[in-house]
């Protein structure tokens, strides 16, 4: 039996929601043990007495309202759910009321209880499930290198490869998909290349027009343009011997390029309307989203700059492909976040996780960054709730999409258009390939169609490189044509 505390002056009021809420039954039995009250210091000093699951509670009462008594009213009752009522529909209250950490914020008169039979419904379920579910907590002493996350295989090897990194001054490529944490890279390599605090100085490229982007990198003279008045130092410059990172370098002007070019092989330059060389001290890592060796293919990016910028290169899996870690991001992200937006929302129900584990993830951990953030702020308590996140997607094959001007053949068992090399087996059962070997042709049949070029073969089938890399080798697939 769960114990609920009705607290409003209204002494009628009082009186049949406390008949109502007594009157009904689970499983043979009174579901409802109703206590009542009629003012603030009242309610507070019953609350400590029963612990109550669920408190109804009145926003006007004769001592002090019911948003005043919210957080004592927590405190005495620890996860007891409070339902404020009230006879005012006014939105800054409301927001104030969710803010303080109501259940929800229901009106009256009402026009019948079901709504209210719903919502303390609701409000007992959600405390169950809080019970019920783990706080995420899960050891991380050893799984953290910064803001670096995870245990899988592939984070591993990426921290060992980011300690190699660290050991030199040498140029590197960071290479990954959009909110794969390309920046978050370069910082850790950054800070375990100094024993003393140096400058970090980035750029994004993509983001910032030719002219300008010459002049923030370069610096500029005054009067070196219309509305240069004063001498500006460039990012190379200021980042002095520390580390300058040139993001998405990948949407890098041609021209832009070959002045880079000159600057990383001649380790010096000028501003912009200057003459005076500058020495180039600053260790230069770049990133980009984009597979650098089919620009190149394609002429949008210098080659010569393209193996300047290669000494060393970083390959950061996509989200998708290291999904064990995704329990370990979930707490490091809620810790972050619930500080940021002022909320304690600490427990995760074994289905939410799982949920989160399946979704796709095509946005890696800055969309699981922001799934988790709108998750927390909706979230009534400290438990995430499954309703606030994206609903899971029809499963589709590991590969990714195999569109790409292919035709497709007939629908398969799960809806799913098969490729057409598939479709001859259909109508014999016992023909139809396993996953494996479907991949394995699959794969085969790209390979074919692009003469072996990795980099195209992986965009056509919606993979990262290494992952390409260790299919080859798995299925035995011939690798000796293009890289």
């Given at each position: 039996?769960?114990?609920?505390?009705?607290?409003?002056?209204?002494?009628?009021?009082?009186?049949?929601?406390?008949?109502?809420?007594?009157?009904?039954?689970?499983?043979?039995?009174?579901?409802?043990?109703?206590?009542?009250?009629?003012?603030?210091?009242?309610?507070?000093?019953?609350?400590?007495?029963?612990?109550?699951?669920?408190?109804?509670?009145?926003?006007?009462?004769?001592?002090?309202?019911?948003?005043?008594?919210?957080?004592?009213?927590?405190?005495?009752?620890?996860?007891?759910?409070?339902?404020?009522?009230?006879?005012?529909?006014?939105?800054?209250?409301?927001?104030?009321?969710?803010?303080?950490?109501?259940?929800?914020?229901?009106?009256?008169?009402?026009?019948?209880?079901?709504?209210?039979?719903?919502?303390?419904s609701r409000a007992l379920e959600y405390r169950q499930l809080s019970r019920r579910a783990a706080t995420v907590n899960v050891e991380t002493a050893a799984a953290r290198l910064g803001d670096i996350v995870g245990t899988s295989p592939l984070i591993q090897q990426l921290v060992k490869e980011i300690g190699k990194v660290s050991a030199s001054r040498a140029t590197v490529l960071i290479n990954g998909e959009s909110g794969t944490g390309?920046?978050?890279?370069?910082?850790?390599?950054?800070?375990?290349?100094?024993?003393?605090?140096?400058?970090?100085?980035?750029?994004?490229?993509?983001?910032?027009?030719?002219?300008?982007?010459?002049?923030?990198?370069?610096?500029?003279?005054?009067?070196a343009f219309t509305g240069a008045n004063a001498v500006k130092p460039g990012k190379f410059e200021l980042a002095e011997d520390g580390t300058i990172f040139l993001d998405e370098i990948g949407d890098m002007s041609l021209m832009l390029q070959a002045k880079l070019l000159r600057v990383l092989q001649e380790r010096e330059f000028e501003r912009v309307g200057g003459v005076k060389r500058i020495k180039l001290r600053a260790r230069v890592i770049a990133a980009t989203h984009r597979h650098l060796a089919d620009e190149v293919a394609s002429g949008r990016f210098r080659e010569d700059l393209y193996q300047r910028l290669k000494v060393i290169t970083l390959q950061i899996p996509p989200l998708r492909e290291r999904r064990e870690d995704i329990p370990l991001l979930v707490q490091h992200l809620l810790e972050r976040i619930n500080e940021k937006v002022h909320k304690r929302v600490t427990r995760v129900p074994p289905e939410v996780l799982a949920h989160l584990t399946r979704l796709p993830w095509r946005g890696n951990v800055r969309e699981l960054e922001n799934v988790l953030t709108r998750a927390v702020v909706l979230a009534p308590g400290e438990v995430l709730l499954s309703e606030n996140l994206p609903a899971l997607e029809p499963a589709q094959p590991e590969l990714g999409p195999h569109t790409n001007g292919h035709a497709h053949g007939p629908q398969g068992p799960g809806g799913s258009a098969l490729p057409n090399f598939l479709v001859a087996h259909i109508d014999d059962p016992s023909r139809i390939p396993t996953l494996e070997e479907a991949e394995r042709m699959l794969i085969e049949l790209t390979m074919n169609v692009t003469k072996g070029h990795k980099g195209k073969t992986c965009q056509i089938l919606g993979i990262s490189r290494p992952t390409l890399e260790r299919k080859l080798q798995k299925y035995g697939v011939r690798q000796d044509q293009q890289p």
């Amino acid at each position: 039996m769960e114990t609920l505390l009705i607290v409003d002056d209204d002494l009628s009021l009082l009186e049949s929601l406390k008949m109502h809420f007594e009157d009904i039954e689970h499983e043979g039995a009174p579901r409802y043990q109703v206590v009542t009250a009629t003012s603030a210091a009242e309610a507070l000093r019953v609350a400590h007495e029963v612990m109550p699951g669920v408190v109804i509670l009145d926003m006007k009462l004769p001592d002090r309202t019911g948003l005043d008594i919210i957080e004592e009213m927590k405190s005495l009752c620890g996860d007891a759910r409070i339902i404020l009522v009230t006879a005012f529909h006014d939105m800054e209250t409301t927001i104030r009321a969710m803010k303080a950490g109501a259940f929800d914020y229901i009106h009256k008169p009402f026009p019948d209880l079901t709504a209210l039979d719903i919502v303390v419904s609701r409000a007992l379920e959600y405390r169950q499930l809080s019970r019920r579910a783990a706080t995420v907590n899960v050891e991380t002493a050893a799984a953290r290198l910064g803001d670096i996350v995870g245990t899988s295989p592939l984070i591993q090897q990426l921290v060992k490869e980011i300690g190699k990194v660290s050991a030199s001054r040498a140029t590197v490529l960071i290479n990954g998909e959009s909110g794969t944490g390309k920046e978050l890279i370069a910082r850790v390599i950054h800070n375990y290349s100094y024993d003393e605090p140096k400058p970090f100085i980035g750029i994004n490229c993509s983001a910032i027009v030719d002219t300008l982007l010459e002049s923030e990198l370069f610096g500029h003279e005054k009067g070196a343009f219309t509305g240069a008045n004063a001498v500006k130092p460039g990012k190379f410059e200021l980042a002095e011997d520390g580390t300058i990172f040139l993001d998405e370098i990948g949407d890098m002007s041609l021209m832009l390029q070959a002045k880079l070019l000159r600057v990383l092989q001649e380790r010096e330059f000028e501003r912009v309307g200057g003459v005076k060389r500058i020495k180039l001290r600053a260790r230069v890592i770049a990133a980009t989203h984009r597979h650098l060796a089919d620009e190149v293919a394609s002429g949008r990016f210098r080659e010569d700059l393209y193996q300047r910028l290669k000494v060393i290169t970083l390959q950061i899996p996509p989200l998708r492909e290291r999904r064990e870690d995704i329990p370990l991001l979930v707490q490091h992200l809620l810790e972050r976040i619930n500080e940021k937006v002022h909320k304690r929302v600490t427990r995760v129900p074994p289905e939410v996780l799982a949920h989160l584990t399946r979704l796709p993830w095509r946005g890696n951990v800055r969309e699981l960054e922001n799934v988790l953030t709108r998750a927390v702020v909706l979230a009534p308590g400290e438990v995430l709730l499954s309703e606030n996140l994206p609903a899971l997607e029809p499963a589709q094959p590991e590969l990714g999409p195999h569109t790409n001007g292919h035709a497709h053949g007939p629908q398969g068992p799960g809806g799913s258009a098969l490729p057409n090399f598939l479709v001859a087996h259909i109508d014999d059962p016992s023909r139809i390939p396993t996953l494996e070997e479907a991949e394995r042709m699959l794969i085969e049949l790209t390979m074919n169609v692009t003469k072996g070029h990795k980099g195209k073969t992986c965009q056509i089938l919606g993979i990262s490189r290494p992952t390409l890399e260790r299919k080859l080798q798995k299925y035995g697939v011939r690798q000796d044509q293009q890289p």
